[in-house]
């Protein structure tokens, strides 16, 4: 008896472990499974935080801020959260008109255990479409002496080499577009073809109604409206970060001594006067400058962007002395100026002037006028 009782006891614990044994594989089995599933809602929490953040940052785009970053730059444009759930939004600069934006999205559980959600996503900046199809383009007559320069061949302002090298044009574009020209026998019209491209009276008409509809659009979009009849590029005025930077726009020497923040600055600006509006002075500067008017162009001027100009363009003698002794400076224009001549009066280029097409500066110019629309997705990758 006692050795059955004994035998009896072996099977019985036997059994106990064995039931120990699956009870501990089915708990382990269980508790495997709760926390895949709780992975698994917190991965797709993460995913959709991430695409509620990369929404996000297309909404509260900031143009300026945008416009700031050089090609290759980064920075953060949103961030959320707290221990248990964060997200943030990184944006590349890839061009003067592109950017990859870059969601991260994270869930935590009470282990401290993370899943990470990333995704991508390209956008590029729309703007208002600008027919600027030349150097110069207008949809009205234009007078060249023989000491104006026009090139269609691309180039970038100098020190721009880095800023450009993604947006620099393979092929020359005309110099001139207009619907009549005199171009004085010394006078330099370089570009595609000819250079020169003549419109009938109906495509002028079409140009000067697409011009009309580009000031509009950019002149809604400026972020400096002013009814001063003399923008000054030496004037300078100190910012809020201390900088002291030219006034009405960036300042477009790469190098120089002075702060960075001027450099990117890309102001744009609305000169709403109906008479003439001078620009001025000899710093070199870069933006847009819109005009409701007519435009002076003084001696020594050096502007890098888009001139869009409601009248006529005037490169003549300046009202007031400013150029050295002994003739005229030459004023420098480095992008595009588009010219609608709304009174028919025609634009004179009488004084030594070089406007030299640019599609990086004009492209810069623009970014800070461009609202961001989805290219193509890149997809989301999964961090445990």
């Avoid at 003067?96 to 869930?107: E, K």
């Avoid at 729309?126 to 320069?149: L, V």
Wanted: charge should be neutral; hydrophobic fraction near 45%.
């Amino acid at each position: 008896m006692p050795s059955r009782r004994g035998f009896s006891l072996i099977i019985v614990l036997a059994l106990m472990l064995a039931l120990l044994f699956v009870g501990a594989s089915f708990s382990n089995s269980i508790l495997h499974a709760t926390r895949t599933s709780r992975l698994g809602w917190q991965g797709d929490q993460s995913a959709r935080s991430a695409d509620a953040a990369l929404l996000g940052s297309l909404d509260t785009w900031d143009r300026v801020s945008a416009a700031t970053l050089r090609t290759g730059e980064t920075d953060t444009v949103l961030a959320s959260g707290d221990a248990s759930a964060s997200s943030r939004v990184t944006r590349t600069r890839l061009n003067a008109r592109t950017f990859l934006l870059v969601a991260s999205a994270q869930q935590r559980d009470g282990a401290m255990r993370r899943t990470q959600r990333e995704n991508g996503l390209v956008v590029q900046l729309n703007w208002p479409t600008i027919p600027a199809r030349a150097a110069i383009t207008t949809s009205g007559a234009i007078t060249i002496s023989d000491s104006a320069t026009l090139l269609g061949t691309d180039a970038e302002p100098a020190g721009w080499a880095d800023e450009c090298a993604n947006d620099r044009a393979t092929s020359p574009t005309s110099a001139l577009v207009s619907q009549g020209a005199i171009i004085a026998a010394g006078a330099i019209v370089a570009g595609r073809g000819s250079g020169t491209m003549l419109l009938t009276t109906s495509d002028a008409a079409t140009l000067a109604q697409e011009i009309a509809d580009a000031v509009a659009a950019v002149a809604a979009t400026a972020t400096i409206v002013t009814a001063d009849s003399v923008l000054d590029a030496d004037e300078l005025v100190v910012n809020s970060t201390g900088d002291a930077c030219p006034r009405w726009f960036g300042a477009a020497r790469r190098g120089a001594p002075g702060p960075d923040a001027c450099e990117r600055r890309w102001p744009v600006v609305s000169a709403t006067s109906p008479g003439v509006t001078r620009l001025t002075g000899d710093t070199p500067v870069q933006g847009v400058l819109v005009v409701a008017g007519d435009l002076h162009i003084d001696d020594g001027v050096q502007f890098s962007g888009l001139l869009l100009v409601s009248g006529a363009v005037l490169r003549t003698a300046a009202p007031s002395p400013s150029g050295p002794a002994g003739g005229a400076a030459r004023a420098q224009v480095v992008g595009a100026m588009v010219i609608r001549d709304r009174a028919n009066a025609g634009s004179h280029l009488e004084e030594p002037i070089l406007v030299q097409a640019s599609r990086c500066s004009v492209r810069l110019a623009l970014a800070a006028l461009g609202n961001p629309a989805p290219v193509r997705q890149h997809g989301w990758s999964a961090r445990p």
